[in-house]
């Protein structure tokens, strides 16, 4: 893609930002997106679809209602991210986006909800490592940059 068209994308996409009482703004579709092939490791169960239910759940819970707004759980057939299952991917519109894999649907769910708050914080979905959840830490597959970043590397 003509990296000048990508400036010129990201300039007229909405800016996601948290308004002063915590809730999105409502410009941005924000979309957790679980894999509902891959099967768990320990088990051979496929949990993909059991997590979206649970996911959905706890960001309608009382103290997520800003989240749950702003975020569509989705599950797909297929992320390719078999040799590391259960994937699981965060994007936004004008944001970075995240595929996490080795995802534990029952221990994994706090810290997938807690990342979702902070994806949502970040006006352009850029952080560290050290900034997500201890449990997603070491579960980043990839990390692919928004148009803002890419933008800003033209040559």
């Known amino acids: 893609m003509d990296v000048g068209l990508v400036g010129r994308l990201a300039s007229i996409l909405p800016s996601p930002v948290l308004e002063s009482d915590g809730k999105l703004d409502g410009a941005i579709d924000h979309r957790i997106i679980v894999c509902t092939l891959?099967?768990?490791?320990?088990?051979?169960?496929?949990?993909?679809?059991?997590?979206?239910?649970?996911?959905?759940?706890?960001?309608?819970?009382?103290?997520?209602?800003?989240?749950?707004?702003?975020?569509?759980?989705?599950?797909?057939?297929?992320?390719?991210?078999?040799?590391?299952?259960?994937?699981v991917a965060f994007q936004a519109p004008g944001k970075a986006s995240y595929l996490f894999g080795s995802i534990d649907a029952e221990a994994d769910a706090g810290d997938l909800v807690r990342f979702a708050r902070l994806y949502a914080a970040l006006a352009d979905g850029w952080c560290n490592s050290g900034q997500r959840p201890p449990r997603l830490a070491g579960k980043t597959l990839a990390r692919i940059p928004g148009p803002a970043k890419l933008a800003g590397n033209s040559r």
């Open 38 to 87: 891959c099967r768990d490791i320990p088990t051979g169960f496929r949990s993909g679809e059991g997590l979206c239910a649970d996911l959905r759940s706890r960001l309608a819970a009382h103290h997520e209602p800003a989240l749950a707004d702003g975020f569509t759980v989705e599950g797909v057939e297929c992320m390719a991210g078999c040799a590391r299952p259960l994937a």
